[in-house]
């Protein structure tokens, strides 16, 4: 806690504070977006998100290392993790669409283990990160250090999200996808097959966190048992920006970041995991009990 | 009647099983302990996510107040190591019930997903506090004090204590299910908002189950802290990927809302993962994954479940066998 007033002493800390969050924040949107995606979409909450990120992450992490710089890499990392997403919802996914909420979290929660563990296996738990060649930018005096790979996956990220929202509103595909997520049973009354349509979603959420993993791997560190904070982030943001609103998402991840980053330092880093969760945890106790005044509930 | 009558029988077979076992059997005595507590722990879920509705994936945040709760008094108190287990146990049982308590009006007004959720990071973030607290060891973990005996009387010991811990589990949920309680809680999980309508406290009835919950759960830390010996406050005590986890798979694997399909999935899920443990070493848990996915998406019904829709469908082949989401209760057959 005596972070605290050294926060106060020093205002130019809470700059660099606020700026490393929104860099980090902007990743978190990213993989929230995602989830958005397929909750709006299939009516599915995917535990296993994070696992996705954290496999895209190795996927650019072992490019790299075999000489394949990340520019390139993250684009392979995508249309991999598209074809896992494919073969997943071919296997897996299509079963648990129509079923009952908690069949669809256990069931993804199940892949989530399945991955961690089997990461943990393949890789081994040691933390992973791509060394960087880029320089750090100091700005106000040095007070304020950006690295200016965190910068470029910033970029990277609003990029890979722009591309999302320019494919959801004009490929046919993503009229179809729109189209299923308001009304599925209209859609296909109209011809719409649905059941491609939800592959698609999948595979495209799976892509999404493919690129996402790839840009934490350059920007932060990846590690097998990652998976469940970046699910938990996701979920928090998709809450409170609510479902398809990508500006809320982009407000509330970056936001999310910056809390994060504070906490960090305010609290010690040990307990910025556990800071996150709790935050979660009042998040939906809180929105619960505004609903509730209202007679209506979170469903 | 005679539904009764066999129940008891099977009751009492089990009981006294359970009683020889460790003197049959005396090189898996760690292992049928464990598998005394798969069962507490599937008894003890089903009463929320079967019987009430309400799906908790932080059920485990109870058994690790429990394990650090009789794991520091043990330490602390400097009682003679018999008075502090007993005294452990019972302030476990008593901080984890508290815990209920205090967090319930709150928590449990989440209704449907958003309550797994809640309750999934609720547990976690018991984990990373326990993991990041010198007090309590931190991540390095916490020894309990040793037995003050030969090693395989240990075992016995703690044996024993699971299996009275859990019998009185099955036994108190098996009274409470055909009271008034269960008629409430099951109500709440047909359907809440007409169940309050009908001028039922809700929140008193969904309080009340979960803090039975912790009560049990919180009382089960202390033996296991002390079996294992060695307190891990992410792979023992509040370990959300494995007892976590299982705690609801096995319920779901027998028949989620049904007395005996939490039983019956613990016996057989612990069986699967000791399985697993001994020919599938380094990759038990990549098995475990793969079970979880196939058992949740082919057998959402569970054991009992299905075994009932198997017995339902030869009576009359034109009926479709009943879609219901929870399985047939056998306990409220018994009854009538």
Redo the contacts between chains.
């Keep these: 806690m005596s972070n605290l007033s050294v926060l106060f002493d020093a205002p130019i800390l809470l700059v660099q504070l606020i700026v490393s969050g929104i860099l980090v924040g902007a990743i978190f949107a990213l993989v929230a977006y995602g989830m958005a995606l397929l909750w709006g979409v299939m009516n599915i ?1 995917n535990i296993a998100q994070g696992e996705f990120v954290m496999i895209g992450g190795y996927i650019v992490f072992f490019l790299a290392r075999a000489g394949v710089s990340p520019i390139f890499g993250i684009p392979i990392a995508a249309v991999v993790m598209y074809g896992f997403g494919l073969a997943l919802y071919r296997s ?1 996914i299509w ?2 669409i129509d ?5 669809s ?3 993804t ?10 990461g ?2 393949l890789f081994g738990s040691d933390i992973r990160t791509l060394p960087s060649h880029l320089p750090s930018l100091f700005l106000a005096g040095g007070m304020v250090t950006v690295p200016e790979i965190k910068i470029v996956g910033f970029v990277a990220a609003l990029a890979v999200g722009a591309a999302l929202v320019v494919f959801l509103r004009y490929t046919r595909l993503g009229q179809a996808i729109r189209a299923t997520a308001q009304n599925a049973r209209a859609a296909r009354v109209l011809g719409i097959d649905t059941d491609r349509v939800y592959a698609a979603t999948f595979a495209l959420n799976c892509a999404i966190c493919g690129a996402a993993g790839g840009l934490v791997a350059m920007t932060w560190f990846i590690q097998p048992y990652l998976g ?1 904070t970046y699910t ?1 982030r996701s ?1 928090m943001i998709v ?1 409170v920006a609510g479902l398809g609103n990508l500006p809320g998402v982009i407000l509330a991840g970056t936001g999310l970041g910056v809390v994060e980053q504070a906490a960090g330092f305010i609290l ?1 880093a ?2 910025q ?2 800071f996150v ?2 935050l ?2 009042v998040i ?2 809180g929105r ?2 505004v609903l ?1 005044r209202q007679r209506r ?3 | 009647m005679n539904n009764r009558k066999r129940d008891i029988a099977i009751i009492v077979a089990i009981g006294v099983a359970g009683i020889a076992a460790p003197w049959v059997a005396p090189a898996v005595t760690t292992q049928l302990a464990f598998l005394w507590l798969m069962i507490l722990f599937a008894l003890t879920w089903d009463i929320n996510g079967g019987q009430m509705g309400y799906n908790s994936f932080g059920n485990v945040l109870f058994f690790g107040l429990g394990v650090y709760a009789c794991a520091l008094l043990q330490r602390d108190s400097g009682l003679s190591y018999y008075v502090a287990l007993g005294c452990g146990i019972g302030l476990g049982a008593l901080v984890a019930a508290g815990v209920a308590l205090i967090l319930g009006p709150a928590i449990l007004a989440i209704r449907g997903h958003y309550f797994a959720i809640a309750t999934l990071g609720l547990a976690i973030v018991a984990a990373d506090i326990a993991s990041a607290w010198e007090y309590v060891g931190a991540a390095s973990g916490l020894a309990t004090p040793v037995y003050p005996g030969l090693i395989e009387h240990r075992t016995r010991f703690f044996y024993y204590l699971l299996f009275a811990l859990a019998a009185l589990t099955f036994l108190a949920v098996r009274k409470l299910y055909s009271a008034r309680f269960g008629l409430a809680i099951n109500a709440i999980r047909d359907d809440e908002d007409k169940a309050e309508a009908m001028g039922l406290h809700t929140t008193r009835y969904k309080v009340f189950a979960w803090c039975i919950s912790a009560f049990f759960l919180g009382a089960a830390g202390g033996p296991v802290g002390n079996l294992v010996g060695f307190i891990d406050p992410q792979d023992l005590a509040f370990a959300g990927a494995t007892f976590g986890v299982w705690m609801v798979l096995m319920a779901v694997l027998g028949g989620k809302g049904t007395l005996w399909g939490p039983v019956i999935g613990a016996v057989v899920f612990h069986i699967t993962q000791e399985v697993f443990w001994t020919y599938l070493l380094g990759w038990q848990r990549v098995a475990m994954g793969l079970l979880i996915v196939i058992i949740v998406v082919f057998f959402p019904a569970g054991i009992l479940g299905w075994a009932g829709r198997a017995r339902a469908r030869p009576k009359d082949p034109a009926q479709p066998a009943p879609a219901t989401k929870t399985a047939p209760r056998p306990s409220m057959e018994a009854e009538r």
């Design positions: 909450i897996v079963r648990i079923q009952d909420m908690f069949i979290i256990l069931a929660f199940g892949i989530s283990i399945l991955l961690q563990q089997l943990n296996q469940l938990l979920f809450i010690g040990e307990y995991t556990a969760f709790l979660l945890v939906l106790v619960n009990m509730a509930y979170l469903k």
